[in-house]
């Protein structure tokens, strides 16, 4: 892998891991494409999704910052006898609701050898049936009448959809950003609550995913080349911050359903890419070259 797949990577990591568009999906696409796929590519998209991570530190700093002194002080409430699970503090319970969501991923586990060969392989059938299911959630989603609710209305029950939604997205194609926002606005919270509910919730989710990666990396004896990914991780971070702003505003002015054109129309290629590849047994890039 070059600096410039690295580039290339980091651009595509930072533009869809926010527009709920998959961002596994787009790079597992990018690589099948140009042969950058097999053994260590989720790996580097793991690495880029730390990248991206960053982008969310910068344009929630406030938030998060909040969350973590209320954080503490639920710790301390614990040891002095204080702690409360009923409680009307809007962060205090944000906090339980993003616990709670992340209970769901734990049922994912069993499943994350099996994802790792259908992002590593040859094959991109799945990754164009799941395009097409995120476009579906996200036309739905598009269609809901708009709720309300924010963190002081959130039950166990929809955190933990939430959650469940959150768990699908380890499949490449299925947006994690695109599912946790769209299963909110159907659960009737207020748009900007369910963006910024979906974007923090990632951040245990994707901490989470690349620890156990890398420690499987460094099991594997996987050779990383460092210059590619952190110039991935960079690129990922400054695109990221620009599409998180970008989100805010399509969300917030009811434009969330062209992303499920998008994501329709490009699920519809990568799914009869995949057939004709099934058919014809060889890469559609290498295919069309050979037909033209």
């Not at 527009?19 to 690589?31: A, E, F, K, R």
């Amino acid at each position: 892998m070059t600096i410039l797949d690295g580039l290339f990577q980091g651009i595509i990591q930072g533009a869809t891991e926010f527009l709920p568009i998959s961002s596994d999906g787009h790079l597992t696409l990018y690589q099948h494409l140009t042969g950058n796929s097999g053994e260590g590519a989720l790996f580097f998209n793991l690495m880029l999704h730390l990248g991206t991570l960053a982008a969310v530190f910068i344009a929630y700093h406030k938030d998060i910052w909040e969350l973590i002194v209320t954080f503490f002080a639920m710790v301390r409430d614990i040891f002095t006898g204080k702690f409360s699970f009923k409680t009307k503090d809007e962060n205090r319970r944000m906090i339980f609701m993003l616990f709670l969501a992340c209970v769901p991923l734990l049922a994912f586990l069993p499943v994350k050898d099996w994802v790792t060969k259908i992002t590593e392989d040859s094959d991109i059938v799945v990754e164009g049936l799941c395009f097409l299911w995120t476009a579906a959630l996200l036309f739905f989603a598009s269609k809901c009448v708009k709720g309300k609710k924010t963190a002081k209305e959130m039950r166990v029950r929809d955190a933990l959809i939430v959650g469940v939604f959150q768990g699908t997205a380890i499949m490449p194609g299925i947006s994690r950003s695109g599912s946790t926002i769209s299963s909110s606005l159907l659960l009737g919270f207020s748009k900007e609550y369910c963006v910024k509910f979906s974007f923090i919730l990632g951040i245990p989710a994707i901490l989470g995913a690349s620890l156990l990666e890398t420690k499987d990396a460094i099991e594997s004896g996987i050779v990383i080349e460092w210059a590619p990914v952190l110039i991935g991780m960079l690129t990922a971070a400054v695109v990221g911050y620009l599409c998180i702003r970008l989100i805010q505003y399509l969300v917030a002015s009811d434009r969330f359903i062209l992303f499920s054109y998008y994501t329709a129309a490009l699920g519809a290629v990568v799914l009869v890419a995949g057939i004709l590849e099934h058919l014809w047994g060889e890469n559609i890039v290498d295919l069309i070259a050979r037909l033209l």
